[in-house]
């Protein structure tokens, strides 16, 4: 049987919250924004990659769909699980660094942003 975590192993609930509502809060607006834009009809060369970095880093795993089926593939769920999880660790890890929340948060996003820029490069979406 494993011992019970003691307090300062735990995160609070303050940078949970913290975390999962940026983390879930920029992924939408970043889907939001990257598949407007993407789906437009006037929307080509720098217009088309900066809609798909977006939408592929706000989406990571539906981007990841998206590269292996070569369309628009949306996994809602699978995106929000991530960005909850992805929230709920941070939390965890600066928990037990006596960090703040947003540091680490915000790196996340920017790795999301390049990630979503690198997938865009590869695909091409026909409107």
Do not use: K, N
Request: net charge negative.
């Amino acid at each position: 049987m494993r011992p019970v975590p003691s307090d300062h192993e735990l995160p609070g609930c303050r940078d949970t919250v913290i975390a999962t509502v940026l983390l879930l809060g920029l992924g939408l607006a970043f889907m939001i924004v990257g598949l407007t834009l993407s789906r437009q009809s006037g929307c080509d060369g720098a217009c088309e990659t900066l809609g798909l970095t977006l939408l592929y880093a706000g989406a990571p795993i539906s981007a990841a769909f998206g590269i292996f089926f070569d369309d628009l593939v949306l996994a809602w769920p699978l995106d929000i699980t991530l960005w909850v999880t992805a929230g709920f660790l941070i939390a965890r890890w600066v928990a037990r660094r006596d960090r703040g929340v947003l540091g680490p948060a915000l790196v996340l996003v920017v790795l999301a942003l390049i990630y979503g820029l690198v997938l865009s490069q590869l695909v091409e979406i026909a409107v």
